[in-house]
């Protein structure tokens, strides 16, 4: 008998609702605790964006926004709220597509996200008139997590933040990666030499994505667990890693 | 303490080399016994398209291909080889971006997927001039092993084939699903409610692409293995599913 290859995804159930200013890594270790979990080298803490923005006081209340004259006109054209619009258009920097008939606004985001309404949305907080607005740097968000982690438990880990994006050309939503730290997101197999001994030629595999995929398998987006550890993968380290280099430049992109 | 809920990815190690005729289900649980592995209802059986094409004879020499003029013409002015050109063309539908600086060839492939060379590839494949083109309908392939894995043992699996595409707008492949049998590949929150209380209005995950990303952490590419196993997610049953459903029709995709 060979060794079984396995990779666990553990859903850290019991995390309260995180409002501003709440300790986020706190309330994850504290959660673990209580399910008589512990975190080891080598783990993968992946964390969903609405916490990390509930926690860094990204909510913001649709009462409080004036919208511009272009967000009123785009409003109306799209059947969308004017407010709600403003805030699509103060946290983008620049419009991909617009679906007038259809209400669907494509933009990419000051972080370089390619995503619907800047990555905007109003499920899972609490009150009527309240949106959640994606982090403002969520590598840094990672950052501070596993450092606070470290610290906290002593352990070396790594952390992933992640959204659930539209895709083009294929319908249904799937978890990518918007921030990390400590893992290299991308795996380039180029000048590797497959099974046959012949070059793998031309693969990168956006492993952070992946990552962030498998998550949502245990995420449910209606319960309570908005937090994942990914356990028995060897992904490769690195400090200084960010999200950046799996965003296209618009130069090599075909499909802006 | 409450209930660790926990989702497994499980390599099946150990499987030779296919080649046309072989039989892939027998090929499959072979492995798994030699681990000391055996599959359970509700378990996900997730292949990747490479054995798949190889146990139905899809590979191809390149030396009997005759190029026809166009696909010549293309090669020439794309630094690729014509009968490669040859094949993606007949493998595809329709062009969607063509970069004939940097060789780049998109096309909708005549099951619907849009990939890089209609997903023709020559990675792990045995043999200089021999490419391998995608199974000519993953579907029914899955469907057959789903059949043939619940005739063995007499377990309910789904059967999940994937491969490895690019995206727009990001940098990196990830793992798709190009054929499911057994699991609905979409999973529908709209008109769901979520833990406030509040309509989740939009969200329509693809879990399928999401089993097929997180099935890859465990296939690294230069290694055997091409089969995992995803265990303890409950997933939504379908007898009749096709991953069609995931393909985003022309008329609703604002980037092609």
């Keep these: ?49 609405k916490i990390v923005s509930k926690s860094e006081g990204r909510l913001v209340s649709l009462l409080d926004v004036s919208p511009s004259d272009i967000a009123i006109q785009y409003a109306v054209d799209m059947g969308k709220d ?54 403002i740097d969520s590598n840094t968000s990672a950052r501070g997590m596993r450092r606070s982690i470290n610290i906290a438990c002593g352990v070396d880990i790594a952390v992933v933040i992640t959204d659930t994006f539209g895709r083009a050309w294929r319908e249904g939503h799937t978890n990518f990666a918007i921030g990390v730290s400590g893992i290299e997101p991308m795996l380039d197999y180029r000048g590797t030499i497959d099974a046959n001994g012949r070059l793998l030629k031309a693969t990168t595999i956006a492993i952070a994505d992946e990552i962030a995929a498998a998550s949502e398998l245990a995420t449910a987006k209606s319960d309570n667990i908005p937090v994942v550890v990914i356990r028995g993968y060897d992904y490769p380290h690195n400090n200084d890693s960010t999200v950046d280099v799996m965003l296209r430049d618009i130069a090599r992109d075909l499909f802006r």
Tied chains: 1, 2.
Aim: with cysteine; proline share 5%.
């Design 82 to 135: 004017p407010r709600l619009m403003e805030l699509v258009l103060q946290e983008s920097k620049s419009i991909v597509r617009m679906d007038m008939k259809r209400g669907i606004l494509i933009t990419e985001t000051k972080h370089g996200f390619i995503c619907a309404n800047a990555g905007i949305d109003s499920s899972n907080v609490p009150g009527s008139d309240i949106v959640c607005l994606l982090p």
């Design 1 to 49: 008998m060979t060794e079984i290859p396995k990779i666990e995804i553990i859903g850290i159930n019991g995390i309260p609702e995180i409002s501003q200013g709440d300790d986020l890594t706190e309330a994850i270790l504290s959660a673990a605790e209580n399910m008589g979990f512990t975190l080891y080298d080598g783990d993968i803490v992946v964390v969903t964006q």
